[in-house]
C-alpha cells in the first residue's frame, strides 16, 4: 500500500512538473527514462549477436541520453520534445513487453 | 541559428555548469591524481621500493604457504596472481571465499620476488583515497555504497558531455575564438577568454575524457538497468547472456597445474608469459585458468585466454575466444581514461589537460558569479552573490589543499591501521571545509585564492623533506638507483609545488581591474561632467 502511495506522489509530481516546466522535466526525467526504455528495446529487437549488441547498446547509452538532453533545448516547440520523449518511452515499453529475451 | 534557439542553448550550457560544476569540478582535479595510483602507492608505502627483478621464486610453494592458514573444508572461489613487473616489482596476491560466518572475504598478500619472503600489507590509504574518490566519491554504504557513487559519477560524464556539446554550438564565431586571448583587459574578459580558447584547444581531450568517464560510470548502473528491464527482472539471465554461463564446479577433485606451471605458458600471438594468473574452481576437476599476456597493441592492455587448469588445453566457448570490436572498444575506455597506454610521460599531458577542465570549470563558474555580482544579469541581492564566491573559492581552492593534507596524514599517522582510510576520509573533507571557511573569514576571494595558492605551493616543496626525514629515503639519492618511483614523485611535487609558489608570489597583491574601453568612455564622460566649465 505504501508503495503505491508513493508511485502515485511520483507520477503526480512528475505529471505536474512536466505541466508548469515542459523542457526542465524532459531534461532532467523524460531524456533518462527514454533512453533507458528505448536502448532495453533496442537490445530486444537488434538482430545479431546478443553480447555483442549489448556492449554497443553500453556505449550508444550516454550518447543517446547526451542526446535527448540536448534535443529538449534545441527544439523551438516545448511541447514536441516532451510528447516525443514520452512517445519513444511508450513505444519501447510496448516493444520490451512483447519480445522476450533470449533464453 | 535564431537569437532565441542560441539563447536557450546558452541557458542550457550556463546552468549545468552552475548547477553541477562544482561537482565536475572535483571530479576533473581528482583525477588528475588518480591517474597515478600506482605511483603513489609506492611513495605510500616504502617497503614497495623494490629493485625490479628479471627472474623470480616459484609461485607455487608461495600460495600453498598461504592458503595453509584457511580453517579445512574452505572453498576459494578464486585466486589470483600477479607476477612482478618493471613498475610493481613484487608478487602480489589475491584471493575470494566465504568464511565461515558467511561473509565473503577479500584477502591479499604481497611477496618479495627475490626471496619469497612475505612483505607487510600496510592498511589502505592516501593511494586509494585519491583514486576511489575520483571513481565513486567514496559513496558511503549507507547511501547505496560504492556503485551508486560510481554510477553517480557516470551520471557527472553525461551532464559533462551535454556541457561540452551546448558550449560548442554557443560559440558562434568558433575560428576568432580559437586566437582570441585579451590577456591585458579586466578579469572577466580574462576569464572569458580563457575559457573559450582553453574549451576549444582542449576539445578532443574533454569529449573523449567525458565520454569514457560516462562509460565507466554507467556500466555499473545504468546498462545493467537497460538490461534488467529487456530481462523483465531476471538479473541472472543478464548475466549468463551477456558474459556466458560460467562454468560450475562438479565436486570431482582433481590434481591441478602449478601456478609456475601456468606461468610458464606463452601467448601465441606475441610469445610473452603471463603477468596475471586467476584460477577459478580450485581442486575440482572443471578448474580454469585465466591467463593475461601483455599486449603491446595500442589500447589493448591484455591478451587473455582461458584454459584448464588440469591438463592446460585452451577451453572452447569462452568470452575470450573472439574479441569482437564492440569488446575491444570497451575494453580500450579504461586505458584510454586513465592514459596507461604509453608510459608516464602520456600521463603528465592527460594531468595537465585534466586540470586545465578543472580550471575552466572553475572560470566558467566565477564569470557567472561576476557577472551577477558586478553586472547587470543578477536578481540576487549582493550578498547573496557574495556568499556563492566565498562558497566557489573555498571549495575550488580547499580541494588542492585537503588532497595534499593527505600526502603529510600519511607520513605523520600514528594511529591503528585499521583506521588509517577512516581517518584519511575525515582529515580530506575536514582540511577541505577548513578552507571554505577561510574564504568565508578572509571576505576577500582574490586575496584568498593568492593565499592558499601559495600554501599549496609550500606544501608540495615540503614533501620531500617530509618523505626523506620519515623514511630515511632522499629524493636525490633514490633517482640514481633501479627503485626510483617514489624519489619522482619527491623531485615532481618538490617542482610544480616551487612554480605554484612563484606563481602566487608573483601575483599582485591586489586584484587588478583594467578598465574595459566601454568603462574607460563612462569614467572619461562622468569626469568631464564632473569638471567645471572653463
Redesign the interface.
Known sequence: MMMYAILAVLVVGIGLATWKAPRLTS?IWWSLIA???F???L??ALPG????I??????F???C??VF??W???D?SKWRVTLSLITITVVSIGV?VSIE??? | MDR??HK??Y??HSWSGVVLGLVIYVIAFTGCFALFYQEFLTWEDPVLRLTPVEEHVELQPLVDEWNADLPTGTELEYIRIDRPTEHTPYIEGWRHYDAEDGSHVFDQARWNAQTGERLAIREQGLALWLLDFHRDLMWPEALGGRTVGRGLV?IF??IL??SI??GVVAHVKIREEFFSLRWFRSPRLRWQDTHKVVGLWGLPFFSMIS?TG??LG??TL??P???V????G?TE?VYD????APIMPTGVPAEMMSFDQAAAMTSAESGALPERIFIWNVGDETATFDLFFPAERGLVTYDALKVSAIDGVPVSDS?FDTP?L??Q??EAMAPLHYGTYNGIWLKFVYFGLGLSLAIITALGLMMWIERRQHGNEGTKSERFYRTLSHINTGVVMGLPVATLALFYLDKLYVGEETARLATTGWTYFGAWVVWILYAFIRRNDYKATREILLLCGLMGIGMPVLNGMTTGDWFFVDILTDHAGAAYVDLTFLIGGALTALTAWALPNHRVAKQSRSERKVVSAERAETQPAE
Open positions: 531534461v533512453t533507458i526504455f536502448c532495453s528495446a537490445l530486444l549477436d546478443f553480447s555483442t549489448a556492449l554497443w547498446l553500453t556505449l547509452v550516454p550518447i541520453w547526451a538532453q540536448f529538449c533545448y534545441w523551438s520490451v529475451p533470449p533464453v | 532565441i534557439r536557450r542553448n541557458d542550457l557516470g560524464g553525461v558531455m551535454l556539446i551546448s565520454f560516462a562509460i554507467i556500466v545504468l546498462a538497468a537497460v538490461a528491464i529487456a530481462f523483465k531476471d539471465a547472456a551477456v558474459l556466458g568470452p569482437t564492440a569488446s572498444i570497451t
